[in-house]
């Protein structure tokens, strides 16, 4: 970002009462050499870690605090301030705030602004990582995700406060890439239709027990948020998974390989692009028991017969639909991949060796290698998820068959 706009966009940047205010100021800064008009609203708890005069300075405009003999003699300034901001930018996000803006409480001059602006909100949480964590906070990030707030996430590592953990502020360059995409997305995928799969399916063997896998399903409702910035009308299908369906996105939640199969070809002749990155159980008991088996002397031996491969399916009755399957493996990674991509018909393979300190389940990173049908591979970094998700939308943009007619 450091080339000034085509466009000049109203941002009004929010900062609240954390350690990580300070900041704020090279967000500012960086804003403004952007070429952006920048408006920035105080809390009182910010005033205890940076002054107005220096954010007045970087803005190039007067500053926003709560007390009103300070705000210009304007009689609501929130509405003004509502009115003219392209997008909202909290950055640092408190835990307080948060909870706020959750509520509709709007008690001071920037949550009352948000609750009046029809502009998108980012929010960019830092706080302890206990309070990011606490039963509560994680409630009001979850409700906010659904009305269709935006966020990045906190970053793991040493806190201010001596814990460590989850709940330090993303990166500066992080957060000015998440606002370029608000400001001006990426609509690449207008007018395709793409079906993800994510989470784990889960085969019951009982009532009160099934076989399972370790999936969380954050690859793909990455995938799947990201699809649906970038213009898609997206369909998710998930397993077992803990997550919020991002917004505007049809959703449905199954069960067991059979049900995420009879949904995927149910919806499969009308989407465009399919990303297939649930862990789909690769057996069944062949007997599921009506009542729980109770523990007794001896072992228990169950039955198994294979589930239907979904992926391999879908690459026989591929017509125009780009396919992409994911390759989750513990040992010859790109030999595995390689032949799973063949033998399967699809357009691109994403592999990643989930004993690779970061890239197994349940991290909120990857680390993936894209593989080609013409031999070619692009291996990535350690990247979030929400990167790496990015990048393989690039990459199926840049397949042959991304620019033909929609189906």
Known sequence: MNEPYKNTKVVLVGITGGIAAYKAADLTSSLVKSGH????????????????????????????????HLNQGRYVPH?????????????????NTIAKIAWGIADNLLTATVLASRAPVLLAPAMNV?????????????????????????????????????????GIPVILKSIEALLYPKLDYKGKTVLVTAGGTREAIDPVRYLGNRSSG??????????????????????????????????????????????????????????K???????????THEHKIKKESGSLFLELQKTPDIL????????????????????????????????????????NDVTKPGAGFNHDTNLVTLLYP????????????????????DAVASLPGFGRNKL
């Open 79 to 95: 509405i003004e301030l509502a009115e003219k901001a392209d997008l909202i930018v909290i950055a640092p996000a408190t835990a």
């Open 374 to 393: 013409d031999g070619n591979k692009v291996a990535l970094p350690l990247l979030s998820k929400q990167e790496v998700a990015a990048r393989i939308l």
């Open 277 to 287: 990155a649930a862990a789909v159980a690769d057996y069944t008991p062949i007997t």
């Open 218 to 275: 954050k690859m793909g409702f990455a995938l799947a948020g990201e699809a649906q910035k970038r213009g898609a009308k997206v369909i998710l299908i998930s397993g077992n998974t803990a997550l919020t369906p991002p917004a505007g996105v049809e959703f449905y939640q199954v069960e067991s390989a059979r049900e995420m199969r009879e949904l995927v070809l149910r919806h499969y002749a009308n989407v465009d692009v399919v990303l």
């Open 130 to 170: 206990n309070m990011y964590e606490n039963p509560v906070t994680q409630a009001n990030l979850k409700r906010l995700k659904e009305f269709g707030y935006y966020f990045v996430e906190p970053e793991e590592g040493r806190l201010a406060c001596g814990a460590v953990g989850k709940g330090r502020l993303a």
């Open 37 to 68: 008009e920048v408006h920035v609203i105080l809390t009182k708890a910010a005033l205890d870690f940076i002054t107005p005069l220096t954010l007045q300075t970087l803005s190039k405009n007067p500053v926003w605090v709560d007390e009103p």
């Open 312 to 351: 391999q399916e879908l690459g026989q009755l591929k017509q125009k639909q780009l396919l992409v399957g994911f390759a989750a493996e513990t040992q010859d990674l790109l030999a595995n991949a390689r032949e799973k991509l063949a033998k399967k018909r699809l357009d691109l393979i994403v592999a």
